[in-house]
């Protein structure tokens, strides 16, 4: 769920074994993602406020593990 300055990102924990959750944004500006929450493990939502006016946002989240990253889950928001 978006409005014109938040979004509510949910998801499926499927790690078992994660430490937690990471989300990382992108803007339509810079394309280079930045961490925007480090999330408690077992997490399945995430609400980020005060988006970028007149911006379109591209958020990522993945599962992380003290060793290799999991893969990405990507989520556009105009």
């Not at 998801?11 to 929450?37: N, Q, S």
């Not at 990522?60 to 593990?65: E, H, L, T």
């Amino acid at each position: 769920m978006a409005s014109a300055s938040s979004v509510d990102l949910r998801w499926e924990d499927r790690a078992d074994d994660e430490d937690g959750y990471l989300v990382e944004m992108a803007t339509d500006r810079d394309k280079a993602a930045t961490i925007c929450a480090l999330l408690p493990p077992d997490s399945t939502s995430f609400k980020k406020a005060r988006l970028p006016p007149a911006t379109d946002c591209n958020f990522r989240v993945r599962a992380f593990f003290y060793g290799e990253p999991s893969q990405p889950v990507f989520f556009s928001v105009p």
